[in-house]
């Protein structure tokens, strides 16, 4: 995240600060916002309406400027089901956090492969985009309590 927006959890609003990570984990509807009080538009609608050709989504001139990068994972085997099922519906690790650094610079060379088009981009960029989800995985088990046993 660069700038602040807020994403809706289930009971209230989480700020979202510059520099910080998020995982949504429970593959439901989500939305985002710069300000929590204003009616949600279709995100959807406005990725496919405004998607320029270097794919970068663009939308609004006015207020402060928001950039996010964003992305999904999906899992084939059943076994993912006991993983998810372990994780709170949302992962949220502020800049702040000794966690962030890593994934900022792991985010800073997903930026360098997918800001051109260079041979084996696309495969790099997948591979990044797990190292991503690891992280935020660490990070997240670094910060909650462990079972016994």
Excluded: W
């Excluded at 959890?9 to 989480?14: E, L, N």
């Excluded at 084996?120 to 462990?146: C, D």
């Amino acid at each position: 995240m660069r700038s602040a927006a807020y994403l809706p959890a289930s009971v209230a609003p989480v700020k979202l600060e510059a520099g910080d990570f998020y995982l949504l984990t429970n593959g439901e509807a989500y939305c985002s916002a710069t300000n929590p009080v204003l009616a949600p538009l279709d995100g959807r609608l406005i990725f496919d309406t405004h998607k320029d050709a270097d794919g970068v989504v663009r939308y609004g001139d006015t207020g402060d400027k928001v950039v996010a990068a964003g992305g999904r994972f999906t899992f084939d085997d059943a076994t993912s089901d006991i993983l998810l099922k372990q994780l709170p519906p949302l992962i949220h690790i502020p800049a702040a956090s000794q966690r962030a650094g890593p994934l900022g610079a792991i985010l800073d060379l997903l930026s360098y492969e997918t800001k051109t088009i260079q041979p084996g981009s696309a495969i790099s960029a997948g591979s990044i985009a797990n190292v991503v989800l690891v992280h935020i995985l660490r990070a997240h088990l670094a910060t909650s309590p462990q079972p016994i046993g």
